[in-house]
């Protein structure tokens, strides 16, 4: 299993002097075990009789930054140790384990991994940067460019979620790593002897042992059915057969259906308006579905007659009702505390966090929120016309926050906090007649509106409106501030109108809005808008 | 010490003559410094060199069998100056540390020690923190070697090679009267390898003779004319008496042919990779066997004069392979060839890189390319050389420059730093940004995202002294960041007391974790661990009243936000005249669960009742805003994308590696963000009270969740 590169030097002996040992980086992030790995892989090689070395740069790396580790093994050859180098060479390098899927991209990156050499086995899990996590809205890296990538860098891939099937088998990533290894017949060892290697001993043997197989048998297969179907041109994946549109379970909910129906939207806008109905009936009940439909079928209308008109230029035909479908819902779902209360008593969520924690029969489950709710929130599910009046008694009003705006510690499943819990999230019978809900309905209103108005002269420009509720989260502070980006952004839309990129520049406000502190400027944005409108 | 067993590693400082060692390279080193008779270690800790400062804490029955008194001590000054028990008496001593880092902290015990000159061995074995993933600043030992004078050995990677250096090392020192340099790279010092064990020495003449017999000698202190003299000594008898042993015992190595037209001259820690380097140009084979002359300099300081003359001589050129900036060791080869009238060409620089990383890859062409320059011929039938560039220009693996994203280190899971730091934030956001000077340690990931906290850092312990010059009244404040780590290293009278001294109005922020935790954890002053060889548990508290600091405030739960919060802004705004120091107190929880995991499981198991408390989201609350985790960046805390086809945003989710610290639920809480988050306690082996109450209030959830169901209209689709 030597390499040899037959090279004809113009010196003296060749042959043998141009074996090269196997090389094997393995690239991971602290905690991951890569330590351990390194070891096993080291142990394997001297248990065999082989000269093995590996090196790595701990450093800070240690706490979730990225780190490589490097080994490379040979045999001593008449009592003559080889010379080990301290680091991989790009375009040298047998084997690249990676334990997470974009740090196999960054292996190919570092030119570690190349067609005529590689063996690259990741684990195709994530584990997200920082910069993909504190990102506002979406900013989690493409993992099919990985995908892409290892596609031409690597002489064999093997490609699967090893953190899943380690959790699975009760153990942790690194035997699941050195199973796929094993598996991967890149090193000329037995099987037996990566079992010597992980020993029966130790805590977690067991486990490890089972993870190990587990990856290994999946290598095997894989290798199997690549091998089964030789070259099989990458099939493109069949177009989902047209499913038969969903249905709901509960009666009660046919009437309403049966009007989604009757505007026989395309597929993907039906199942919006679908998912969009059963959101705000969730919310608040069978009527306030209704209203939903009907300010639906008052876009619908609006998109049939422009539709009709602008379809074939721009193909955007009902691209205005399916947004709406969208957002409306989410905007008429608005979070206010007796949502909020009402999601935390709801039966099916003790039973996810039994699940999701693993409590068993004999264990009691308790869970603590933390909430925070100021005056505003509270006043805010008051009676329109009575909490107009308590905001304008200043005194009051600031005497009562002082008493209010703190943090609160609920205990979910105390029988006492659970009736005041239950009770507020049984005030949906008042939402309709609350401060927070007449605020928000003119504020939907006002939106429709301008969507509705952009869209008759640009109908891109109308549909980007529509999409600009995606601005509108959060609780509290974060809700306010979300608010005022979106009338920022509205107003500044409303200065488009009438350009033939309007569609363009609003979308572009809506993503740098999104990222606004984070890396976008939206004012900015603004000014330089201004300077042209 | 940090709960962290290191006794499989004790055990291989105890093999015998004969028997082999296996592991790594900084574990060698300390089992050489064990066959080589040492009377005292001494050190601190930091990458490389944590890993020997570690095990010989736990070594203490070997080491008290030997009679080697092991000490961490406060600072590599304190090291150096432990050294100066090898002045007068015949004493192996031997200190560690992270270089150039620590070299600088050093420097004024170490100029003294290298000017007066020692009687037994001294050496400083240096972790040399250079290159890829080194968390320091860029620069060579190799300067401080020189203009202080001591040598500087800077052996192959190997094992072997590495321990044999230590016992020449302390006979090197030891004729030459001169303090010495182990240099080890921070890829040797962790590499796995092997060598053949030798019996552990006990030193002939002990510490207890010394102090029994005390010495002294006025021609070995640095006043003058003693200081003059001592130049002297240096030029006229320790560097020729070094230049002698290094040749007499042939401390540098030659390989290859003896004859060339061109040759190779190392440091010996590029020896491994210029092996690759050559093989892969046709020119060695994997076990050394070279076409190329190499003479390979296992002491980099003192150059050799007539060992570089004779390997020069018959060559057209050499090449000189030397890591790092400035090129010293090629200025010291040309001028002594230029001294002998020698004609060979010395390449060096000019070929290889500047600065950074002498990688095989950037051997492998600053090598080919100085033969092409001098000796092509010997290329001969040139072999394909590895090379990425094709794979890294196809077109799917440049898209993914774009895609794949930094990794920047950050705070651990549950670490008692991240409150403070979040409550920083917020505080930033009522008051204002404030200069923020942070220090070496742990709390230094507050510079990176999501934190972005913190303008400058100057070296450890010196968080205070560096906002020093931001100390008077008016406008906004100042804040000073320390470790407790760095508060005993130095900061204690370098920021604090600096700062009582002068008044100054600034807030100076000490995070107390219990341990020097960056550098793995290691028991210092305030510890509150107890240590039966150390004696901790003096609180940081007392330390600053005892400078004279009056406005003090501690927060001993760091996890408590609000109060950080609140204690943060009064340090902010107060009236008060002189520093105002708030000391954040929490354990460090990478030990902590290292120390509670087993306990707790064995409470479980013995059938105890347990709490074991995590954290969740409720996903429906969630907006998907990410505000938790600006203010947070735990790697617990992270995202996910809901099969909704409503929500455009990955929602916050907390994956089972959370340990329940509490971060999450405070911050949303302080920060006013949202109801999301959720504590979920589940206790194991119930009381029968628990039970009753459980049984109880879960009658009434249940009785009304059936209610509120039989009303609701459900929207599950069938």
Known sequence: ?533 | MAERSFAKEVEHLRLGDGETFKGEAILAITKGLLQAGVSYVGGYQGSPISHLMDVLADAKDILDELGVNFQSSANEATAAAMLSASVMYPLRGAVAWKSTVGTNVASDALANLASGGVTGGAMVIIGEDYGEGSSIMQERTHAFAMKSQMWLLDPRPDHSCIVDLIEKGFQLSEVSNTPVMLEVRVRTCHMHGSFVAKDNVRPVFTLEDARNSPKRDLDRIVLPPAAYLHEQEKILHRLPAAINFVRDNKLNEWFGPSKGKVGIVLQGGMYNNVIRALQYLGLSDAYGNTQVPLYVMNVTYPVIDSEIAEFADGKDSILMVEEGQPEYLEQAVNTILKRRNHTARVQGKDVLPMGGDYTVQALMSGIGAFIEQNHPHLLGNRPPLPDAREALALPEVEKLKSVVPSRPPGLCTGCPERPIFAAMKMVNEDLGEHHVSADIGCHLFSILPPFNIGSTTMGFGLGGASASAFGQKGGKRSIAVMGDGGFWHNGLTSGIGNAVFNKHDGVFLIVDNYYSSATGGQDILSSRATNGNRKTNNPIIKAVEGVGATWIREVDRTYDVGKMKKVLTEALTTKEAGPKIIIASSECMLNKQRRVKPLVAKAIKDGKRMVKERFGVDEDVCTGDHACIRLSGCPSLSVKQLDDPLRDDPVAAIDNTCVGCGNCGEVSEAAVLCPSFYRADVIHNPTWWDKFKARLSMTVVNSLQARRSRSRVAVEFA
């Open chain 1, 1 to 533: 299993m030597m390499r040899d590169e037959t090279v004809r030097l113009a010196l003296a002996p060749a042959g043998d002097a141009t074996e090269r040992p196997i090389s094997i980086a393995i690239v991971a992030m602290g905690g991951q075990g890569g330590g351990v790995l390194t070891g096993w892989v080291v142990k394997l090689a001297e248990d065999a009789g082989w000269v093995a070395q590996s090196t790595s740069v701990p450093g800070v790396a240690q706490r979730t930054g990225a780190t490589i580790y490097y080994v490379e093994m040979m045999r001593a050859q008449d009592g003559r140790k080889p010379i080990l180098a301290q680091m991989p060479t790009p375009g040298d390098v047998d084997v690249v384990l990676a334990s997470e899927f974009m740090e196999a991209g960054r292996s190919i990156l570092r030119g570690i991994v190349t067609p005529g050499r590689t063996t690259l086995i990741a684990s195709d899990h994530r584990s997200l940067a920082i910069s993909e996590k504190s990102a506002p809205g979406l900013g989690i890296a493409d993992s099919s460019a990985v995908t892409d990538a290892i596609g031409v860098a690597a002489r064999q891939e093997i490609i699967f979620d090893m953190n899943a099937l380690a959790i699975e088998n009760g153990s942790v990533i690194s035997s699941a790593m050195f199973g796929a290894l094993a598996g991967s017949g890149a090193l000329p060892f037995p099987l037996e002897a990566y079992h010597a290697v992980i020993g029966t001993g130790g805590k977690g043997a067991a486990a490890s042992l089972r993870a190990f197989g587990a990856a290994f048998e999946r290598t095997v297969a894989m290798a199997e059915t690549a091998n089964a179907e030789p070259v099989a041109p990458a099939a493109t994946p069949a177009p989902k057969p047209d499913a038969a549109i969903p249905r709901f379970r509960d009666h009660r909910m046919d009437t309403l259906a049966r009007r989604v129906d009757a505007l026989e939207l395309p597929r993907p806008a039906a199942e919006l308006a679908l998912r969009g109905l059963a959101k705000v009936v969730d919310f608040q009940d069978l009527d306030y579905g209704s209203e939903y439909l009907e300010r639906l079928e008052r876009i619908h209308q609006i998109d049939q007659m422009l539709g009709d008109a602008t379809a074939s230029e721009t193909g955007h035909a009902h691209e205005l009702t399916a947004q709406t479908a969208k957002y409306l819902a989410n905007a008429m779902a608005y979070d206010d505390i007796v949502r909020v209360a009402d999601l935390k008593t709801r039966a099916g969520r003790r039973q996810r966090i039994v699940d999701e924690v693993g409590a068993r029969e004999d264990q009691i489950l308790h869970t603590t929120e933390y909430m925070h709710p100021r005056l505003e929130e509270l006043a805010g599910i008051l009676p329109a016309g009575f909490a107009r009046w308590l905001q304008r008694q200043t005194g009051l009003y600031g005497w009562l926050d002082r008493r209010i705006d703190k943090g609160r510690r609920v205990r979910t499943y105390s029988a006492g906090w659970f009736v005041l819990l239950y009770i507020v999230g049984g005030l949906r019978s008042w939402r309709r007649a609350s401060l927070r809900h007449a605020t928000e309905m003119a504020h939907i209103e006002a939106w429709l509106a301008q969507a509705v108005q952009a869209a008759q002269y640009d109908y891109a420009l109308g549909v980007e409106i529509v999409k600009c509720r995606r601005l509108i989260k959060g609780y509290s502070d974060t809700h306010e501030r979300s608010q005022s980006k979106f009338a920022k952004v509205t107003a500044a839309i409303q200065q488009l109108f009438g350009r033939d990129d309007a569609a363009k520049w609003a979308s572009r406000l809506r993503e740098t809005a999104i990222r606004d502190g984070e890396g976008g400027d939206l004012d900015g944005l603004i000014k330089t808008i201004r300077s042209f409108a």
